[in-house]
């Protein structure tokens, strides 16, 4: 009796996959012509920008690539972990937590040691980092070991809890010590393919493979950076892979499903897997116009603002500072008195560094005034 074929990982030839090339060949042109420009433009800039680009751009991938997979990191705690094992000398540093230490020296592991091979110690040491305690929440897993589905096979899925959708169901594990063979074996000696394709290649092959009991999909994610960073051949990322897939995250799921139940011809796979990456490429214009916004600001501003609860706010309403900054707020963030934070801000006011925000009501708010966000252009 034949066995169904249910998924992709079942197909006689399984893992030699297949896909179009002249299909593919217009797109991938279309990434690296961006990407080169996206370099270049950055490389013109100094290295202190590229620093603070590379620390922005690591920590949004960071915190989305978590967010993913529905856990919730603080964005500082992450940004601060990150400053302090890259060298970086800056203001506002808090503590980071053992976890957000982890999955950071997991992602600068992928990215600062690019191109050393990578291992099954070396994936097993990135388990380890992920999940410090020995645990995925309130739940014992087994860290830095393959996982043995002793309770039930690995499913993947999205939604909430009680809303869960299955998209596919993972390789038995008696399969995995073959498997990740096969793939680091492939992932370490193939240098014939373009280090975007193979990206896109990798980031399915693993996810499929689901090789731990939680974490694989972070780690696919820290594994398609590392082979990105290859593909730019320097240890800064300036976009963001991870955080374009949260905003399609949907999309994503889909097209995984879509794969998974298929055939071993991944062209619609890579298709959108490269359109997901010029996206990401695209986005970074944000993120870079930010960072040269703030050095322009700090370049205008530097001889006139000597306070550091003020440099602290105004450093966070340039980031992503989230509702209406008052008094009150002010004094929150500063630990300070309401009538301290009052004479901070009504001191920026009078050098025509904040205005307030139209509307009033029974608390003024406060904006950053007047200077027009600066943006690369791609």
Same mark, same amino acid.
């Given at each position: 009796m034949h066995r169904i074929k249910t998924y992709i990982y079942q197909q006689n030839d399984w893992p030699d996959f297949i896909w179009n090339s002249e299909n593919l060949l217009p797109l991938l042109g279309k990434v690296r012509s961006l990407q080169g420009k996206?370099?270049?433009?950055?490389?013109?800039?100094?290295?202190?920008?590229?620093?603070? &680009? +590379? *620390?922005?751009?690591?920590? /949004?991938?960071?915190?989305?690539?978590?967010?993913?997979?529905?856990?919730? =990191?603080?964005?500082?705690?992450?940004?601060?972990?990150?400053?302090?094992?890259?060298?970086?000398?800056?203001?506002?540093?808090?503590?980071?937590?053992?976890?957000?230490?982890?999955?950071?020296?997991?992602?600068?592991?992928?990215?600062?040691?690019?191109?050393?091979?990578?291992?099954?110690?070396?994936?097993?040491?990135?388990?380890?980092?992920?999940?410090?305690?020995?645990?995925?929440?309130?739940?014992?897993?087994?860290?830095?070991?393959?996982?043995?589905?002793?309770?039930?096979?690995?499913?993947?899925?999205?939604?909430?809890?009680?809303?869960?959708?299955?998209?596919?169901?993972?390789?038995? &594990? +008696? *399969?995995?010590?073959?498997? /990740?063979?096969?793939?680091?074996?492939?992932?370490?000696?193939?240098?014939? =393919?373009?280090p975007v394709i193979k990206s896109g290649i990798a980031h399915l092959w693993f996810i499929t493979l689901h090789p731990f009991e939680d974490g694989n999909g972070r780690m696919t994610r820290a594994l398609t950076d590392m082979l990105l960073t290859r593909s730019d051949d320097i240890s800064q990322r300036y976009y963001s892979m991870s955080s374009q897939i949260r905003l399609e995250h949907k999309e994503y799921y889909n097209i995984l499903e879509k794969v998974q139940k298929g055939s071993l011809d991944i062209t619609d796979w890579l298709h959108w897997f490269l359109n997901c990456l010029y996206r990401s490429i695209k986005a970074s214009n944000l993120l870079l116009g930010k960072v040269l916004f703030k050095h322009k600001f700090w370049i205008k501003y530097a001889d006139e603002i000597k306070n550091d609860r003020q440099k602290k706010v105004l450093n966070m309403l340039m980031d992503d500072f989230k509702g209406k900054l008052n008094t009150s707020k002010w004094a929150k963030i500063n630990k300070c008195s309401t009538d301290t934070a009052l004479r901070d801000i009504q001191d920026l006011v009078e050098k025509g560094i904040l205005e307030k925000e139209p509307g009033g009501g029974r608390s003024t708010s406060y904006k950053v005034r007047k200077l027009t966000r600066l943006r690369t252009t791609l």
């Open positions: 996206l370099i270049g433009s950055m490389q013109s800039l100094g290295f202190e920008l590229q620093s603070e &680009a +590379n *620390l922005e751009t690591l920590t /949004l991938d960071v915190v989305k690539s978590t967010e993913i997979e529905g856990e919730i =990191l603080n964005p500082e705690q992450v940004r601060s972990s990150l400053a302090r094992r890259l060298g970086m000398d800056i203001s506002g540093l808090v503590y980071s937590e053992r976890n957000v230490d982890g999955i950071v020296d997991m992602m600068l592991d992928a990215i600062k040691n690019y191109k050393q091979p990578m291992t099954l110690d070396r994936l097993k040491n990135w388990h380890y980092a992920m999940f410090p305690t020995g645990r995925s929440g309130a739940y014992k897993i087994r860290v830095g070991n393959l996982r043995d589905d002793l309770t039930g096979p690995m499913q993947v899925v999205s939604g909430a809890m009680g809303k869960e959708k299955v998209h596919f169901q993972a390789p038995a &594990a +008696n *399969l995995l010590p073959d498997e /990740l063979e096969k793939f680091l074996k492939w992932f370490n000696n193939e240098k014939t =393919l373009d």
